[in-house]
């Protein structure tokens, strides 16, 4: 809870498999997406971008500290059922952090028509087959949070 009033720590180092794609995104085709390596999400293969979102340095890093950050929380939550209270509530609260920089990074894109529409098409048939809509997988993710919250409070 006192990591919010410290300074912003510096961005992180590229990580090493997007350092030759951010150092030149067009000589290496589509932008991989951080979703479709996760082994979660069979049949996405486009990018979620199209390129021309990526020519700005500063977006490209902020890309990369996003999907280093979605990556870090996932790992660490492998951990979530040793923590005590507040270790759980602080990493709920990283969670939906980073979430919302998610949705906050998508809707730039899609407000400036960058988002690929092959992407969307993808990821909505994807959860389709899940039989969910992502608003309804929004949702569930908002409950599942809370839920979360509530059984950490029990402890």
Not at 45 to 53: I, K, L, N, R, V
Not at 91 to 106: C, G, H, P, S
Request: hydrophobic share 35%.
């Amino acid at each position: 809870a006192l990591s919010k009033f410290l300074p912003a720590p510096p961005p992180p180092e590229l990580p090493p498999e997007l350092e030759p794609i951010m150092k030149n995104p067009q000589a290496n085709g589509p932008i991989p997406s951080a979703f479709m390596d996760d082994g979660f999400s069979p049949g996405i293969t486009a990018a979620p971008f199209e390129s021309e979102a990526l020519k700005s340095e500063m977006v490209r890093e902020e890309l990369a500290k996003l999907i280093k950050d979605h990556k870090m929380i996932v790992k660490l939550g492998e951990q979530y059922g040793k923590w005590d209270r507040e270790g759980k509530k602080m990493y709920i609260d990283q969670l939906e952090a980073v979430e919302d920089r998610w949705d906050i990074f998508i809707k730039r894109f899609e407000l400036m028509g960058e988002q690929n529409p092959l992407f969307t098409e993808q990821a909505e048939a994807y959860l389709a087959k899940l039989q969910i809509t992502p608003d309804e997988f929004r949702e569930m993710n908002k409950k599942v949070r809370q839920q979360m919250r509530e059984d950490a409070e029990k402890f």
